[in-house]
């Protein structure tokens, strides 16, 4: 089987470093590293990639930004989630924008291993509860968090992680008074009142490590 070229894209150094020992010794090649979304797209800008590897909690954009970027700006690159969001419809939609499947951190080396080879070889990764979702045959009804947006999703992200508005603009490079409008419909579509209330939500429904 021919070495597979893979870039890891998570801002926790310890979790991308212990990876990508057991991907270099299973003969994957894991080319480079990146903490963030801005550091991921100024190397994919120099170099090629079969697999992005990639996690959706990070700063400032946030991996589900980084599905929309790479899928658009390298079609050729597959690119698979590892995260520990749950797989809701929300990582469903990112899947029909471009992502290629779907892994959850609590997955075994192997699993990942395999999942690696299966992207690359243009075939998807996902869970049967995830492929009713990307499918349209899920008849649950959807949670309140499955009907947010990307940007949505992102900014509540950043709050639950105690992050400002203003703070969030400035990773976002959005105005403040665009974020505080993406708050105010999380606060609707949540069906809460207050940040402390969305970090409830969150907690509640497994959106957040604890």
Known sequence: M?????MLVDDHAVFRETLAVGLNQSGIDVVDQAGSTQECMQKLQDMSIDVLLLDLTMPGR???DLVLQVARRHPDTAILILSAHPADQFVGRLVKQGASGYLHK???LKEV???IHTVSEGRMVLSPDLAAHVTGESSERLKPHE????????????????????EIARE???SVKTISTYRKRLLEKLGVQSNSEIVSYAIR??????
Do not use: F, K, P
């Open 147 to 166: 009907s947010l947006s990307n940007r949505e999703y992102q900014v509540m992200e950043r709050l639950v992680a105690g992050v400002g508005v203003s």
């Open 113 to 115: 291993i395999t999942g």
């Open 172 to 174: 976002m490079n959005l």
């Open 106 to 108: 609590s997955c075994s």
């Open 62 to 64: 946030g991996g589900a």
């Open 205 to 210: 429904n497994s959106l957040v490590d604890v």
């Open 2 to 6: 021919d070495h597979c070229r893979v």
